[in-house]
């Protein structure tokens, strides 16, 4: 089964259907998937967290193990309620694709435990995807294609969340934002919450378009987002400048990775918009690239390239989960990522 209106979906995601066994949540842009992702799993969870009721499997433990999943499929609840399988995919491995296919196809036709519900959110499933084929086939899973979020989704994304932190736009700073920012989900909304933390949380400011330009011509000396930029080009020394700096205005380890991380997040999607037959400049300004900004953006776009920064992401990954560890080095780990960066951006003639 099949789901492409956004009614039927959201409909789904709210209340899906008791026959309905498993869900098959994909596409290129990870922020929507992970979004759809965890609004069903908190409809058919009472807490998605539970480590009772709720296993969490990624494509690894697959690998290490190809009956882990129907194991966790055949499990009964150990508290009563409906058990929820969680399997999040972000390789596109063959063999981990075929292991989660066979098991949807088991548990789709009632031969696990028929209570469990099965969560799949993978990437951008080719059409020679076995898991793809299987979860386009049989009624009892809802396969769900993500795409890039339209200007209106971006739209009712920003009102959404500023209106969580108490604050608002006006509808031609609203357009403005919504023309400026990328449409990949999960770095538009880095950006729209750190507009509401420019605009202050609960004061119920509503940003005019000059407050937008303020805003997005901030360029503070010690900006983790600069010092990203810096390690990017290859500017090692400007870089853990920045850091130190950021560091003493009281930024952590984990905001300086995460920064980072957003960098490189948009000038994959920069080269991915670029390969698909836009210009570099059209695709910076697609992705939210500030007009301050571009010429050296550009610059480093011409320069990496996509199987580089896919190198250079589990890299990332483990600085994001080194910071966040009890007790760790974070200043450290994020310097020793920015030398990483740059190293390679040296190698790569920035």
């Known amino acids: 089964m099949i789901l492409k209106r956004r009614p039927d979906i959201e409909r789904f995601l709210k209340a899906p259907e008791p026959s309905v066994r498993a ?25 998605p967290d539970d480590p009772f009721d709720v296993a969490q499997l ?29 399997l999040r995919m972000t390789s596109e491995k063959t063999g981990p694709d075929k292991t989660a296919a066979e098991a949807l196809a088991r548990h789709a036709a009632g031969e696990l435990n028929p209570d469990a519900f099965l969560l799949i959110e993978a990437g951008a499933l080719g059409r020679a995807s076995d898991l793809r084929k299987t979860g386009e086939k049989v009624d009892s899973c809802a396969t769900i294609p993500c795409y ?8 009712r994304l920003v009102r959404e969340l500023l209106a969580r932190d108490g604050v608002g736009l006006t509808a031609d700073a609203l357009g403005l934002l919504v023309a400026r920012l990328p449409r990949e989900r999960g770095v538009a909304r880095q950006e729209i919450e750190r507009l509401a933390l420019y605009l202050g949380p609960g004061s119920g400011a509503t940003a005019t378009p000059a407050d937008l330009e ?19 080009g290859g500017r090692l020394a400007d ?8 560091a003493q205005e009281g930024e952590a380890g984990p905001a300086a990775v995460r920064a980072i991380g957003m960098h490189l997040g948009k000038l994959r999607r920069v080269l991915t918009l670029h390969k698909a037959g836009a210009g570099l ?4 300004k697609a992705s939210g690239v500030f007009w ?11 320069a990496w390239s996509i199987d580089e920064l896919d190198r250079l992401q589990p890299d990332v990954l483990a600085a994001d989960r080194a910071c966040k560890s009890a007790g760790s080095p974070d200043q450290l ?18």
Not at 24 to 45: F, K, M, N
Not at 64 to 83: F, H, I, K, N, Y
Not at 281 to 284: T, V
Request: proline residues 2%; aromatic residues 4%.
């Open 23 to 47: 869900a098959l949540i994909y596409g290129p842009d990870l922020g929507v998937v992970r979004d759809r992702g965890h609004e069903l799993a908190r409809a058919v969870a009472k807490d």
């Open 58 to 86: 990624t494509d690894g433990d697959l690998e290490a193990d190809s009956g882990r999943l129907e194991s966790e499929l055949a499990a009964q609840s150990l508290m009563g309620g409906r058990r929820l399988i969680r």
């Open 148 to 155: 890039e979020d339209e200007p209106g989704d971006v739209a």
């Open 214 to 232: 303020d805003f997005f011509g901030v360029e503070p000396e010690a900006s983790l987002l600069d010092a990203a930029a810096d390690a990017f």
């Open 239 to 246: 870089a853990q400048a920045g850091l130190r700096r950021a």
């Open 281 to 284: 400049q059209e695709a910076a």
């Open 292 to 302: 301050k900004q571009e010429r050296e953006f550009l610059r480093q776009a011409r």
């Open 333 to 350: 780990i994020a310097q020793r990522l920015a030398l990483t960066i740059a190293g390679r951006a040296r190698r790569l003639g920035l």
